[in-house]
Each structure stands twice: as C-alpha cells, then as structure tokens.
C-alpha cells in the first residue's frame, strides 16, 4: 500500500517492518501524513488513545510530557523518546 500511494505522488518519508509513513505533498510542505500500518500492529497506541480520551490525569500528565519535550528536544526522534517511559508508565496503570 506504500508504495501505492509513493506512485501516486505521496513522499514515503520512512519505513520499518509493519510500519511505513508518508507525507503530502512532500515532507518539506506537509499537509497531510498518512501512516499504513499492519493490522493489529498498533494495539498498544489505541490502547493510549483511547486511556487519554478516559482519563483527565492521564491527558493532563501526557500534555505536560509532550510540550516539555518539544522544548528541550533537538529532533523528532528525541521529542517520541523523550515520552516513552510516561507512555509505558500511564499504560501500565490501566
């Protein structure tokens, strides 16, 4: 399916094993980013989604998390592992 839609014009930005992501119109000018994942691989992050749309304490402390880490992060790289032990921490509450 990536490569479907890198055919038609959609900048595959990136790639791992169940996971690929592209942008729209380029990566550069994004106005769209369009992640094709497998089916049942991204569980874990519903799982999140929807603990942030139940759980005030939960969305509050996440919020705080993400815009701490968009001020001291250099990267998006930096910025997504900057969050990941509140992630794994708030998960494992439920």
């Known amino acids: 399916m990536a490569d479907q839609l890198r055919d038609e014009g959609f900048d595959l930005e990136g790639a791992l ?5 592209l ?3 380029s990566r550069d000018d994004r106005r769209y980013v369009i992640h094709v994942v ?9 799982d999140f989604r929807d603990l942030l749309r139940r759980d005030p304490g939960a969305r ?9 880490s968009a001020e001291a992060s250099a990267n998006w ?3 997504t592992q900057s969050k990941t032990d509140v992630v794994a921490g708030l998960l494992a509450r439920t």
Do not use: C, M, N, T
Request: overall charge neutral; proline content about 7%.
């Open 17 to 21: 094993p169940h996971h690929a992501w």
């Open 23 to 25: 942008g729209f119109p």
């Open 38 to 46: 497998e089916y049942g691989s991204w569980q874990r992050r519903i």
């Open 60 to 68: 509050a402390r996440y919020l705080e998390v993400k815009l701490a």
């Open 77 to 79: 790289d930096e910025y």
